[in-house]
């Protein structure tokens, strides 16, 4: 695909948590927790602010349309400040100054105060109906000649456990978002300024790891489309296809427009239809207080076309009526199905006058209001679709295939206004010129592969690695590099794919084992049966215990010319190549006790005795 000839324009906001101690307005703990840990739980109903200038954010509306009661769980790691029942603590300055050091790493521009910001959010993901937020930094470099245009530092929002419960764990662990402007016009641009900016992050030293801890947000638009958010991408293998995913649900919409246009498409009135499914065999039907039809007319075969994978323009109908509290929409593209029967889609038909370049959407309510309102947000949809603006702008949430659904629309200027509970703080020349520049982990990984003696793409994947500190603290303890290296970017892999929960061995044990190694207590090929020892919950010293006794050289000797003198066939056929194999027989033999360069040093010498001692 031409992406330039299309007209793509993308940034990213890329959202980081950050390492600290406490949280960015208490002095909690940012440590996340079990769910079954909760010590207790409360209930909120939010609803939007007017904001200074008289208006109410238009994504906050949209948030209203459905009421909702919102339940947090608290623990004892929480405080009054997460439930919004004590006023914030000042700005957290360990976070201020990982946030100054980014910018910094940037090439940025700090403000000369840093004032908190209050950002309208009423989706239950924080208790008050706001985000703090701070701008800190601007006007920052990629190497590529990209633009960097702010650097905030941020509340992080509350963790959803399921539906309208949200725990209180992770809500004020501070947050870095870095925005950058409409720079990239290629999917595979938008992965590497990506890649680029996680390895800066990762660079400091002072972020959290693991899945969750960062998110991309990605701003697409093409030519004749419009600006879509797409937020949540937290796997940064998926960007580039989400991009690409966007690019075809907007070519898809601008097609489809073109075809409604050119059938003089329109919408029409929609009519109550609740007794016409009386006798349904369809079960949600069959249980809804109020069924409405609506009719579109010239929008046959166009509401179940597919416009991304496993998405049609029906489904973007049916995530607007959703913000109603409806479960979804039925529409005559793909009925007969879901128990609603062909006889009763062609009396639908014939009852409300429907033709058959028309479709009918069905909705169905707990009551006429919530049928009303799912209505009334179709047609709007429905109208969009034949519109100058076919793209409406709009918030989206990435789906799980890279796909994405509609969330809400485009916050506007309404949405921001000054948080007066917490002080702004200065940042003068002494405090910015006190911040000091990480060396990058791309120059890193350069350096230790040769310090070291890595390959290269080994010292590429170590500095990227999660277990990446567990390295540098291996090797200041007097750890071999290399085995640490093998250790966690192979042996760790390996025991992952055969369902070791490797995750659940703590940076400790592996430092323990590795030293087993160094002073000769295990053999390296013992690494992988100690881990799974460990990973199954026993301590590192009885992993060790059931290792095989010390085998002494003379013993070794023995059990290599006993295992070559049992197999004078297979040695005699593979010569020189018997090697290999047998090297696995007599390891399992010694089970980890021997290292494997003494075995191999044994068995050579002795598979070329017996090849010398055979017959002509």
């Not at 290599?560 to 007599?586: H, N, Q, S, T, Y």
Request: proline content about 5%.
């Amino acid at each position: 695909m031409d992406y330039k000839t299309i007209g793509l324009v993308a940034g990213i906001e890329i959202h980081q948590q950050l390492d600290t101690a406490e949280k960015l307005f208490c002095h909690c703990p940012t440590t996340l927790r079990e769910i079954p840990e909760h010590t207790g739980e409360f209930f909120r109903y939010l609803r939007a602010t007017v904001s200074e200038m008289g208006g109410i954010d238009r994504a906050a509306l949209e948030e209203m349309k459905h009421h909702r009661k919102f339940q947090y769980y608290t623990y004892d790691t929480t405080c009054l400040v997460e439930n919004d029942e004590e006023p914030p603590a000042p700005i957290n300055d360990e976070a201020l100054t990982i946030c100054l050091t980014i910018g910094k790493m940037f090439g940025m521009t700090p403000v000369p105060q840093v004032h908190t910001m209050r950002k309208l959010v009423i989706d239950g993901s924080n208790t008050s109906g706001f985000q703090r937020t701070a701008l800190v930094a601007f006007n920052g470099v990629l190497p590529d000649g990209g633009r960097i245009e702010t650097i905030c530092l941020e509340e992080e929002a509350a963790q959803r456990v399921k539906d309208e419960v949200f725990s209180l764990d992770r809500l004020g662990i501070p947050l870095v978002e870095i925005t950058t402007s409409p720079c990239m016009h290629t999917p595979d641009e938008v992965q590497k300024v990506a890649e680029y900016i996680g390895m800066v992050l990762r660079s400091t030293g002072n972020v959290k790891r693991g899945l969750g801890t960062i998110r991309q947000d990605v701003n697409i638009s093409i030519a004749n489309g419009a600006r879509v958010e797409i937020k949540g991408v937290q796997e940064l293998d998926l960007i580039a296809e989400v991009v690409r995913r966007e690019v075809q649900r907007q070519q898809n919409l601008l097609e489809i427009r073109d075809e409604l246009r050119s059938r003089g498409a329109s919408v029409s009135r929609d009519t109550d239809v609740t007794d016409l499914f009386r006798d349904t065999r369809s079960a949600v039907l069959k249980k809804a207080k109020k069924i409405r039809a609506l009719t579109l007319k010239g929008f046959a075969g166009l509401v179940g076309r597919e416009i991304q994978p496993e998405r049609r323009l029906g489904s973007e109908m049916s995530d607007y009526a959703k913000k109603c509290g409806v479960g979804g929409i039925f529409h005559t593209d793909e009925l007969p199905a879901y128990g609603v029967t062909a006889e009763e889609v062609a009396r639908l038909r014939s009852h409300i006058g429907a033709g058959d370049d028309d479709c009918v959407i069905l909705v169905s309510g707990a009551n006429e209001k919530q049928a009303m309102c799912a209505i009334a947000q179709i047609v709007m949809r429905a109208r969009i679709a034949f519109s100058d603006k076919p793209v409406p702008e709009e918030t989206r949430k990435m789906l799980e295939s890279g796909s994405t659904a509609y969330m809400r629309p485009l916050p506007g200027a309404e949405r921001m206004y000054p948080e007066t509970d917490v002080l702004p703080v200065l940042i003068d020349d002494p405090r910015w010129a006190s911040i000091t520049v990480p060396e990058l982990l791309s120059a890193k990984a350069q350096r230790y592969a040769q310090k070291y003696a890595i390959e290269k793409n080994y010292a590429v994947q170590l500095v990227s690695s999660d277990k990446f500190p567990l390295f540098e603290r291996a090797v200041r303890e007097g750890i071999k590099p290399k085995l640490a290296v093998f250790t966690i970017l192979s042996t760790s892999t390996e025991l992952r794919r055969e369902g070791v929960a490797i995750h659940a061995v703590p940076d400790d044990a592996y430092l323990s084992i590795w030293h087993a190694v160094e002073q000769g207590r295990a053999a390296k090929e013992a690494v992988p049966d100690l881990l799974r020892g460990v990973a199954s919950g026993s301590t590192v010293d009885a992993a060790l215990s059931r290792l095989a006794p010390s085998i002494s050289r003379d013993d070794l000797e023995s059990i290599v010319r006993k295992i070559i003198a049992d197999r004078p066939d297979f040695v005699a056929e593979k010569g020189k190549a018997a090697l290999g194999p047998l090297m696995g027989v007599v390891m399992a033999e010694v089970r980890g006790s021997v290292d494997g360069k003494v075995v191999s040093e044994i068995l050579r010498r002795e598979i070329d005795r017996a090849l010398a001692a055979k017959p002509g």
